[in-house]
């Protein structure tokens, strides 16, 4: 048994830390893997009890100033982003960017902006309680919760062993449909006391379903490419997670937008 703890102690030392990117041991959430795990598990008791205890007897809040700016800020976090990864766009190539790990300043920019994506994906769990608080419960589904689940988990890993190279370009193409998604989400709300609507919401599932398809071009790629150093290891999980999110955001538009739409289609057809 003493010979069984030891070797578990052994192995999760060589991958937490003997694997890990020492850069990375300098930055707040990012040294150990119980960071994420225990502000995802806060989160889930936040959302899942203490502030659906909290709501019970209370009447919805109007956050509508609140989640304006929440929007606001996240447009410009994600256009922040974005825009100091434009040099590393200009320079390198999706079909092969291995991960410098030296400390010149184009490294440490990545990692940097690698750290900052993490941490903006901590501040994205905010929109869930938003949720519980204006009594919309019904919007915190399997796909909402998982989503953010292994939008706090994946970064980590990215930021934890692969900060920069080809990872850079997961972090560019969420960005640019967060920057869409939020920029829809300040356009509703502020249209919400008209007759105004959003005519575009389901493109934004299908901008979803578009970032998959182009990571899991650029990791079949990596996957095949005889001479790239960018770890194998790391694209074989990224592209098991981009799959199952495939399939779930695509059952999510299926059954919202073409199912529905054949069932309106049937009720109009009786209607004539």
Same mark, same amino acid.
Request: proline residues 4%; positive net charge.
């Given at each position: 048994?003493?010979?069984?703890?030891?070797?578990?102690?052994?192995?999760?030392?060589?991958?937490?830390?003997?694997?890990?990117?020492?850069?990375?041991?300098?930055?707040?959430?990012?040294?150990?893997?119980?960071?994420?795990?225990?502000?995802?598990?806060?989160?889930?008791?936040?959302?899942?009890?203490?502030?659906?205890?909290?709501?019970?007897?209370?009447?919805?809040?109007?956050?509508?100033?609140?989640?304006?700016?929440?929007?606001?800020?996240?447009?410009?976090?994600?256009?922040?982003?974005?825009?100091?990864?434009?040099?590393?766009?200009?320079?390198?190539?999706?079909?092969?960017?291995?991960?410098?790990?030296?400390?010149?300043?184009?490294?440490?920019?990545?990692?940097?902006?690698?750290?900052?994506?993490?941490?903006?994906?901590?501040?994205?769990?905010?929109?869930?309680? #938003?949720?519980?608080?204006?009594?919309?419960?019904?919007?915190?589904?399997?796909? %909402?919760?998982? %989503? %953010?689940?292994?939008?706090?988990?994946?970064?980590?890993?990215?930021?934890?062993?692969?900060?920069?190279?080809?990872?850079?370009?997961?972090?560019?193409?969420?960005?640019?449909?967060?920057?869409?998604?939020? #920029?829809?989400?300040?356009?509703?709300?502020?249209?919400?006391?008209?007759?105004?609507?959003?005519?575009?919401?389901?493109?934004?599932?299908?901008?979803?379903?578009?970032?998959?398809?182009?990571?899991?071009?650029?990791?079949?790629?990596?996957?095949?490419?005889?001479?790239?150093?960018?770890?194998?290891?790391?694209?074989?999980?990224?592209?098991?997670?981009?799959?199952?999110?495939?399939?779930?955001?695509?059952?999510?538009?299926?059954?919202?937008?073409?199912?529905?739409?054949?069932?309106?289609?049937?009720?109009?057809?009786?209607?004539?």
């Amino acid at each position: 048994m003493v010979e069984v703890v030891r070797n578990l102690h052994y192995y999760y030392k060589y991958l937490v830390h003997d694997l890990a990117d020492k850069r990375t041991d300098e930055y707040l959430f990012a040294s150990s893997p119980w960071k994420p795990i225990g502000i995802f598990v806060l989160y889930v008791l936040i959302v899942k009890k203490i502030l659906p205890d909290f709501m019970r007897h209370r009447k919805a809040f109007n956050l509508d100033k609140i989640i304006l700016f929440y929007n606001f800020t996240q447009i410009v976090f994600n256009a922040y982003l974005l825009y100091r990864a434009i040099p590393f766009l200009t320079s390198h190539t999706p079909v092969c960017a291995p991960v410098d790990y030296s400390n010149n300043p184009s490294a440490r920019l990545q990692l940097d902006l690698c750290y900052l994506y993490y941490i903006l994906k901590v501040y994205d769990l905010l929109d869930t309680m #938003f949720f519980i608080l204006r009594k919309r419960e019904r919007q915190v589904t399997f796909l %909402h919760l998982y %989503h %953010h689940a292994m939008m706090v988990t994946f970064p980590w890993i990215g930021l934890r062993y692969v900060a920069g190279g080809n990872t850079m370009y997961i972090g560019v193409c969420n960005t640019v449909v967060h920057i869409v998604m939020y #920029f829809y989400y300040a356009i509703t709300l502020w249209n919400s006391g008209t007759n105004k609507t959003v005519w575009w919401k389901k493109y934004l599932t299908q901008l979803q379903l578009v970032q998959f398809s182009l990571l899991s071009i650029m990791g079949f790629i990596l996957l095949v490419h005889p001479t790239c150093t960018y770890p194998k290891l790391i694209v074989t999980l990224g592209m098991i997670q981009n799959i199952y999110l495939s399939y779930l955001f695509g059952t999510f538009y299926y059954k919202t937008y073409v199912v529905q739409s054949k069932k309106i289609e049937i009720q109009e057809k009786k209607l004539v």
